[in-house]
């Protein structure tokens, strides 16, 4: 046993060399306190005596700092018998060079990902004054399909001695013999020795490695290391589309910019190389959508102004645009975003242009003792002429004929007038009423019962929530035949287990029980096998028959947007399968264009896939339409966390908290600022604060292991997460997401946990 190791027998047990570098040998050690395996990575002895120990370990606790989904975290650091060393996870995986190594190069959709996620994790990094200086294949570590960077702030601390050397002997600081990162990888600023380079530096070097990545060659070649580097200071690499010309051209251009010889004429950050190469790709389907007639429903007047046929008008609304949303050969606006019109039909051209609709469907709803008179007009929204009109009068127990009639006829109507190219409208009966796998309810008040509870279920508060669980429940107990109610019901359920207003255990097998029996009512509804989809994803983690139950609700209804975005966030995201995703949000924000609950969802699932920058955007575009929405300020503060923006995150966290009282999740966040900005006693009181209230209230275990590990306590957020898992806890799906798990990364235990959940 080496004198080393016996310096660090009491801490970490050295089973055998990992490899060695230039600069490092490194070594697959046991944590003994931990029982984890890690990577300790030893400065070869005349590296050290050339810069210094103190200098080192300075420049470490700044990186140690350093908390990113794509950055791998230091675990521990110091010096032993003399020679400094730091600790990581350990990661069995694939670094970008055997990638490179096996394939030749990598598809273009996959270099562009590495890239993106390593300039987000640089952005980051820079913005905490840390500089790798070493960008290089050999460095990104791939895992579980993602690209995270290693060792971080090593080239900068030995950088910044040599910076310190320099000039005192006349030298430029090569003196020591020892170059600043590696040749292949460096910019011609680095090169040269300067003083004072920045992170456009670090920018060039991730340009030579995306160049390599799409042509499996470098750029700049040569007989010598000097020749290359030679080269860089009087040639710029050729446009990356003459390799490989399937590359887009935004891609090219960004490229470009960032392999400028001149750092004034890169990207100004790390971030907008990253914002830039994602231009054009961020939220695009994998194919375009097909071109069919497109229209938006209003809502329908009520005419005369009784509240309570107020819920009559929107619900004879709300099934016809269910109706045609099951037509695969009609685009159809949502409700959420065709209901932001309420009043506002004479502006058919803003509402064209805000919904991407043609056509608009606007009616009135008139009720007169025991008969009702339904309008409707079909308008064309480029010359506002009116296609089609009818005129309905029923007896108002006949209000589900009345929508199958007027559906109906609309589909006929746009299939004539824009299908079929003739100009002559068909009258209301040309087509038969829409079937129906059962009997709906003729009860008026069940059916007001329900759609008093669907609006008090679009209000996604927790006493929203509550309210439609009671109303759905009052319209089963009126007709135990009535499906859509057991649907609503399900629904219900479902959003109140993921967002932790009750306990998992106690409303997702509700949720589960209601939706199967809403299906065995009516097998063609689609909004329970949504709802089975969030159940076998958030609380039974049963990836495949989530992935079954989202498409058999997006077959049925191609217009549900809430199944495109329940799948998008509670089964892609959690497999790490973020292009899926991506289509997903992309499809439900082309169907529900102004919902506010789509839009933030959007962001987070970029903040969740390492794209904070981009998450931080959206939220952004989200408060430009809802400057009050709470939520939105949450979800952005989030994003601006994990970029690295602690004092914009800790405006936004205050601002939500502000407009909307603040929940456990809003004080959870809270703690993880407090504790990024330095103040873990500020973490410590809102970990007290959870606990406390976990004794009056459900308060899911994950909040409180983030609260554990804001407060310096590692082991306890294991074991809080343990007990998530065991709870079922919603939140447990995103533990491979989080980038406030990254310093459990490598513990056995975490390992484990992600093991139970099949991520």
Known sequence: ???????????????????????????????????????????????????????????????????????????????????????????????????????????????????????????????????????????????AGHAVMLDFGVARAMSASMEEDAGADGTDGEGAGVAVGTPAYMSPEQAAGERGIDGRSDQYGLGLMLWEMLAGEQPFTGPTVQAVMAKRFIEVPAPIDTKRPEVPPHVVQALTKSLAGDPADRFPTAGAFATELGRATAFAPAAAAPAFPSIAVLPFTNIGQDPENAFLADGIADEVISALGRLRTLQVAARTSSYAFRGKTDDLASIGAALKVAHVLEGSVQRGGARIRVKVALLRVADGQQLWNAQFDRLLDDVFAIQDEISASISGALETTLVSGASAAPSPVAHAPMARAAAPSTDVDTYQLYLKGRFQWNRRTEEGLSE????????????????????????????????????????????????????AIDPSLA?????????????????????????????????????????????????????????????????????????????????????????????????????????????????????????????????????????????????????????????????????????????????????????????????????????????????????????????????????????
């Open 527 to 759: 909004e329970p096998h949504a709802a089975l989809g969030m159940v076998a994803a958030s609380y039974e983690h049963d990836w495949a028959a989530a992935e079954a139950s989202f498409a058999r609700a997006v077959t049925l209804a191609p217009a549900y947007a809430t199944a495109y975005q329940w799948r998008a966030v509670a089964l892609w995201v959690p497999l790490a399968r973020f292009d899926d995703a991506m289509a997903d949000i992309a499809q439900a924000q082309t169907l529900d264009p102004l919902s506010l609950a789509i839009s933030a969802t959007a962001g987070i699932v970029l903040a969740l896939a390492g794209r904070c920058h981009d998450a931080i955007a959206r939220h952004g575009q989200t408060l430009a339409l809802a400057p009050k929405f709470g939520m939105a300020h949450f979800f952005l503060a989030q994003a601006q966390l994990g970029a690295g923006l602690v004092a914009e995150a800790e405006d936004s966290v205050a601002q939500a908290i502000d407009l909307t009282g603040g929940s456990p999740e809003m004080f959870t966040l809270g703690a993880l600022v407090s504790a990024a900005m330095g103040d873990r006693s500020r973490a410590e009181e809102v970990r007290d604060g959870l606990l406390g209230l976990r004794e009056e209230r459900y308060v899911g275990a994950s909040l409180i292991a983030r609260a554990q590990l804001a407060s310096g306590a590692p082991d306890e957020a294991i074991a809080w997460l343990q007990r998530a898992v065991d709870e079922r806890d919603a939140d447990v799906i995103y533990l491979g997401a989080r980038h406030e798990y990254a310093p459990l990364l490598g513990e056995v235990a975490f390992t484990d946990l992600l093991e139970r959940l099949r991520l």
């Open 1 to 143: 046993m080496t004198t080393f190791q016996q310096a660090l027998a009491d801490r970490y047990r050295i089973e055998r060399e990992l490899g060695v570098g230039g600069m490092a040998r490194v070594y697959l050690a046991r944590d003994l306190k931990h029982d984890r395996l890690v990577a300790v990575k030893v400065m070869l002895p005349e590296v050290a005596a050339s810069f210094g120990a103190e200098r080192f370990l300075r420049e470490i606790q700044l990186a140690a700092r350093l908390t990113h989904p794509h950055i791998l975290p230091l675990l521990d650091s110091g010096t032993a018998d003399g020679v400094p060393f730091y600790v990581m996870p350990f990661v069995d995986g694939e670094d970008v060079r055997a990638w490179l190594d096996r394939e030749g190069r990598l598809g273009v959709a996959d270099a562009i990902q590495v890239a993106r996620e390593v300039a987000d994790a640089l952005n980051y990094a820079h913005a905490a004054d840390v500089l790798h200086r070493d960008v290089k294949p050999e460095n990104i570590l791939m895992l």
């Open 468 to 519: 439609a669980v009671d109303l759905f429940r009052a319209a089963i107990e009126r007709d135990p035949k009535f499906a859509p109610a057991f649907a609503g019901l399900a629904d219900s359920y479902v959003v109140l287990g993921t967002y932790g207003a009750r306990a998992p255990h106690e409303v997702m097998p509700l949720a589960r029980e209601m939706a199967r029996k809403a299906l």
